[in-house]
């Protein structure tokens, strides 16, 4: 097996990625530099996967909430009408200033559940689908539900502390933290 040129990590058969550090697999003669280290902005001839920008991420995961929004509303609406209010926003007792950084509510529920179905089985959710991105691992392969439900946590639950510390310590590779645990990348799909 091959090690990785900019950690040493051992490589598997046919990564384009490393999983450790993230950085791409080329062969001596496929070497190109590329603006950010570990995984290319741009398309390159070893690994084909194009890293999504943020604002796109963004503009996929507000799609998906504003689709799971309408759910939830009309799941309130329903139960309202039936004599059983339910708030799926919030939880009583939790103060708001934690609330702004981990949010286990049953709207969480309802958008960990979205997201770990939709992109453990197709790599997309609806609004990945309509911004043309992917969850894939770091190795272009597509992920199981498993490596979805750890990296749809994040998102899920405590996004603004995931997307905060994935910006500080993985700037060049876009990733959340819950992405760098569960190993995977957001791409454009051509």
């Known amino acids: ?65 504003v689709i799971i929004g309408v759910f939830t509303a009309i799941l309130g609406g329903l139960a309202y009408l039936a004599g059983t209010p339910i708030n799926f926003t919030s939880l009583p007792g939790w103060p708001d200033p934690i609330s702004f950084f981990i ?42 539900l498993g490596e979805a439900a750890v990296e749809s946590v994040g998102k899920a639950f405590f996004l603004p502390l995931d997307l905060l510390l994935g910006w500080i310590l993985y700037p060049r590779r876009r990733q959340r933290i819950f992405n760098y645990l569960s190993r995977t990348i957001v791409v454009k799909v051509a």
């Open 1 to 65: 097996m091959a090690n990785c040129k900019n950690c040493g990590n051992e490589l598997p058969d046919g990564a384009k990625f490393c999983p450790r550090c993230g950085a791409p697999v080329t062969k001596p003669q496929e070497a190109t530099p590329t603006p950010f280290a570990g995984i290319p902005s741009e398309p390159t001839a070893a690994s084909g996967l194009v890293l999504a920008f943020w604002w796109e991420r963004f503009v996929a995961w507000l799609i998906d909430v």
């Open 103 to 144: 949010s286990f509510n049953p709207e969480g529920l309802f958008r960990f559940l979205y997201w770990m179905f939709m992109e453990g089985t197709s790599g997309q959710s609806l609004g990945k689908t309509v911004m043309r991105l992917k969850v894939v691992h770091v190795d272009g392969t597509s992920i199981n």
